[in-house]
């Protein structure tokens, strides 16, 4: 069931109403129910790994808290001990619950990409690997990380596992979420599913503000966007290197507008029931360092990798002793960040992974931990450059250099992703600049790609109204913030105005196709 849809308009308003409506000892029970028929109608008969998802992480839960309990009530000069013994136990029940998300997660999303890297050396012994024809589940990556992380957490003793099982299946499968996340912490969204709540205005004032400029910024940039994108990308050898940039430029502002928008529409239906869901983007155009980026981009995916992957890697023994190795036999600051860089390495080949089974993913993962190693290495010569020409940090026109140089890096990797091979990406990257043919982006060969001059405006005149509402909340604060010291009239306006534009420019539109997020098939 699409965002988008009349449909999941329909189930949205239709659980506000009972939410409100029925007993408040029940609310969490309509938001499972809820959650349960929006998988059902999107995602089929796949409901099923939602629940043994589900049930892997439930199990562990338990039993990590059981050997919690036993460290607890023991005498306080003893719990020591009382952890030390059971520490292998915690350790393989985690480990479970890994293996018995993850290999699946592998079966489901990347087992036949290694079966075709695999079969030449198979056929030597005239053996035929099996192909998995397993359903991809929606949202699966999001579920499974975020059930996951709640297990890891339990392992930490951060909080006491759920022992009521359909309370955590709400968590995780709340609806809003499962198509593209953000990847929630049960400590910050458990509580907020479970509580007791009265009809809150504000609340539905808000969520619907947010929603509506999710929709904005999916219908009317994004979805326009993406015409002119799979048209050139459907064959890109057709094209020269000038519309082959300008391509990516626009899946650029396709990808943000499409991603960020449903996460809008995701976190702005969650405040209908109350619900604060975790901001997942903070205006990455702003970004001043790629890291800096991808600290504002897709901020929850971030988060985890870095407490539950980085943090550990880099803290382990075998790391600890590289760290030890390379300080003593390579001198310098190559020395020193060897381990923290092959920790970033294993970071960004997973998030590169995380995105699907293909080499130009792999190649992606390394062109950003390339580019962040590089930078720690460089960090020292750069600020002898920035005292030598007596550049200070808090210029504007160097920040604005740094943003230019960052987004430019962005856009590059943007080849690596969009193309639907990793050489097919390396052949556009040559094309751009040895056979840019410049005159092709003004003599009316970009109105031949699907858009018109009309949509063309439409897509300039979205994204300065984005650029222009994201500046202000880099600069001034939360547009809302501003809007609540309004009058009611100014606040519904800005619910009014964009409802006008997303049905004129949006929904109305001749050729309006209602496209599924990218993100979904993560």
Not at 3 to 16: E, I, M, R, Y
Not at 41 to 56: D, E, H
Not at 123 to 147: C, I, K, N, R, W
Not at 399 to 426: D, H, K, S, W
Request: a positive charge.
């Amino acid at each position: 069931m699409s965002f988008t849809s009349l449909p999941f308009l329909g189930l949205v308003a239709g659980a506000v109403l009972l939410y409100y409506l029925l007993p408040k000892k029940i609310q969490w029970a309509v938001l499972l129910a809820v959650s349960m028929a929006f998988y059902a109608i999107g995602g089929g008969k796949t409901i099923g790994y939602v629940f043994y998802t589900a049930l892997t992480v439930y199990i562990s839960g338990l039993l990590l808290g059981h050997f919690h309990e036993k460290k607890r009530r023991a005498p306080k000069e003893e719990r020591k001990a009382v952890a030390a013994k059971y520490k292998t136990h915690r350790r393989a029940v985690v480990a479970f619950a890994c293996l018995a998300n993850f290999v699946l997660l592998y079966v489901l999303k990347y087992w036949n990409f290694t079966a075709d890297l695999l079969q030449p050396l198979a056929d030597q012994g005239g053996v035929t690997l099996p192909l998995s024809e397993l359903v991809l589940p929606l949202g699966v990556s999001f579920f499974m990380f975020q059930s996951v992380g709640y297990v890891i957490d339990v392992y930490r003793d951060k909080y006491l596992p759920e022992r009521n099982f359909f309370k955590l299946l709400l968590f995780v499968s709340f609806f809003p979420q499962m198509v593209q996340g953000p990847i929630s912490r049960f400590d910050a969204l458990g509580p907020q599913l479970l509580a007791q709540r009265k009809l809150d205005f504000d609340d539905l004032k808000y969520g619907i503000q947010l929603a509506m400029w999710g929709y904005f910024k999916k219908l009317v940039i994004a979805d326009r966007a993406a015409v002119l994108v799979n048209t050139v990308m459907g064959d890109p050898w057709s094209h020269g290197g000038g519309v082959l940039a300008f391509t990516i430029l626009l899946y650029c502002i396709q990808l943000y507008g499409d991603f960020s928008g449903g996460i809008d529409i995701t976190r702005g239906t969650a405040r209908l029931f109350g619900i604060d869901l975790a901001e997942n983007f903070r205006r990455p155009v702003f970004s001043t360092s790629l890291t800096d980026f991808w600290r504002r981009w897709h901020i929850t995916l971030g988060a985890w990798m870095r407490d539950y992957l980085f943090y550990p890697l880099s803290l382990s023994k075998p790391f600890s002793r590289l760290g030890k190795f390379t300080r003593r036999h390579i001198k310098g600051k190559l020395g020193k960040i060897i381990p923290t860089s092959l920790a970033t390495f294993i970071i960004y080949f997973v998030i590169g992974i995380w995105h699907g089974a293909n080499w130009r993913y792999v190649a992606f993962g390394f062109w950003n931990g390339a580019i962040i190693t590089a930078s720690l290495l460089l960090a020292p010569r750069f600020a002898a450059w920035k005292a030598a020409l007596h550049i200070d940090d808090k210029a504007p026109l160097w920040r604005l250099f740094q943003m230019v140089r960052t987004n430019v890096l962005v856009f590059f990797g943007r080849y690596i992703t969009r193309a639907p091979r990793l050489l097919t990406a390396v052949w556009m990257v040559k094309q751009t600049f040895r056979a840019p043919q410049l005159h092709q982006l003004f003599d009316g060969t970009l109105l031949t790609l699907g858009l018109t001059g009309g949509d063309f405006l439409l897509l300039f005149l979205g994204v300065a109204v984005l650029l222009g509402a994201e500046w202000h909340q880099e600069k001034r604060g939360e547009i809302r913030l501003a809007l609540e010291t309004k009058p009611p009239v100014v606040q519904w306006l800005a619910i009014l105005v964009p409802l006008v534009v997303l049905f004129c420019f949006g929904v109305l539109r001749a050729d309006y196709i209602s496209s599924d997020f990218i993100y979904k098939q993560f």
